[in-house]
């Protein structure tokens, strides 16, 4: 068994807010494949023990000594930005570094990705994105997100009936997702006028919601919203289950794993024609796809047809579940375990003893 080194892009206690550390454990170390698993970042404050991992504060100038300290046989950064330049400019001769990718945004994308010995992708929009700068495709793998289908399953209405009584409307819209210019709440809080008083929008996520509640009052539907900060992710498959609509019409996404939560949960889903959302729901028989998401009309209507239309509504529930079937949970972690088996018996046969550029352009030996 071989010892890791993980650098999340967000600290622990970021996720113990948003109520998401129940998955952490696993997350970090899938099918508890790494004997031991470090994690080893500037954003922690204090070392201790949890999730199974032993957390030690430290800084990017700190982690070259620390991992050969420790032992590390492999290091994992998590996003293209900061944590890629921490273990990519503070590499290890012989311990190869994986950074996952899991944006769109390329100004989450920095050059050091290319020092990477391993890229992990979680679409190909994310794919196509990172291999502008990786010149070595074959090491630019697809590692999607994953849906714990025990967890994110669907409720029979005999259990959702407290929040038909919390939210008295006949058609109940959800949201979720940060309170970010990417996630078009505000286009979404303009078709909420254009529905009219029978629905009502339950927006979901961080943030700060200055803008949206005040878009809501000049629209005059506020009475019509509710902006929750948070709900346990334990929680968060009943209110999929519950709404009439699931709806986040994203302007980009690098996965959106509250699409295949949605999903799996068989939830009627809305969301921007555009990928990845476009590689894993078909219009019409997983979900319903819009192109014009920036235009409330647009939106208003299809979010009305995903409320009423009951033939639609009966196709589309039988599809969902089955149709994110290979993003279980139980699915990915092998992936990704098979994937840190190949690369630790490349460590193995000396494979990352060689510069990245010799391993591109062997005949540059």
Excluded at 156 to 174: G, H, M, N, Q
Excluded at 219 to 234: A, D, K, L, R, T
Excluded at 251 to 267: Q, S, T, Y
């Amino acid at each position: 068994m071989a010892r890791l080194a993980v650098i999340p892009s967000d600290p622990i206690e970021a996720y113990k807010r948003k109520g998401t550390t129940s998955w952490l454990k696993d997350y970090y170390n899938p099918l508890h494949f790494f004997e031991e698993v470090y994690l080893l970042s500037p954003l922690e404050e204090k070392e201790g023990n949890e999730f199974s991992m032993n957390i030690i504060p430290t800084k990017s100038k700190q982690l070259k000594s620390r991992l050969k300290a420790l032992g590390i046989d492999l290091v994992r950064a998590y996003g293209g930005y900061w944590a890629c330049d921490m273990a990519c400019q503070n590499k290890v001769k012989g311990v190869p570094v994986v950074v996952s990718v899991h944006d769109t945004n390329s100004k989450l994308l920095h050059d050091s990705i290319m020092k990477a010995d391993v890229v992990f992708c979680v679409s190909e929009a994310v794919r196509k994105l990172v291999l502008t700068k990786v010149k070595a495709p074959d090491m630019v793998w697809l590692l999607p997100n994953r849906v714990n289908f025990d967890i994110m399953r669907p409720y029979p209405r005999d259990e959702l009936a407290s929040l038909d009584t919390e939210y008295p409307f006949k058609y109940k819209i959800l949201h979720v997702g940060r309170k970010s210019v990417e996630k078009n709440l505000d286009t979404l809080i303009k078709a909420l006028k254009m529905l009219g008083k029978e629905y009502c929008l339950l927006a979901v996520g961080r943030g700060n919601t200055d803008q949206y509640v005040n878009l809501a009052k000049e629209y005059g539907v506020m009475e019509q919203c509710y902006f929750i900060e948070s709900i346990p992710n334990e929680d968060l498959a009943r209110y999929y289950s519950w709404a009439d609509c699931m709806c986040t019409p994203s302007r980009w996404e690098g996965f959106g794993v509250v699409f295949i939560e949605a999903l799996a949960c068989e939830a009627v889903t809305v969301t921007s024609n555009i990928a990845p959302m476009n590689e894993y729901i078909i219009h019409g028989e997983n979900g319903l796809l819009i192109k014009d998401y920036e235009n409330p009309h647009t939106l208003a209507d299809i979010i009305k047809v995903a409320c009423t239309d009951i033939q639609l509504r009966s196709t589309i529930k039988k599809n969902t579940r089955k149709s994110v079937e290979r993003f279980e949970k139980n699915r990915i972690d092998q992936r990704e375990v098979d994937y840190y088996k190949k690369i630790l018996a490349m460590k193995h046969n000396g494979e990352f003893n060689l510069s990245l550029w010799k391993r591109i352009f062997p005949m540059n030996r």
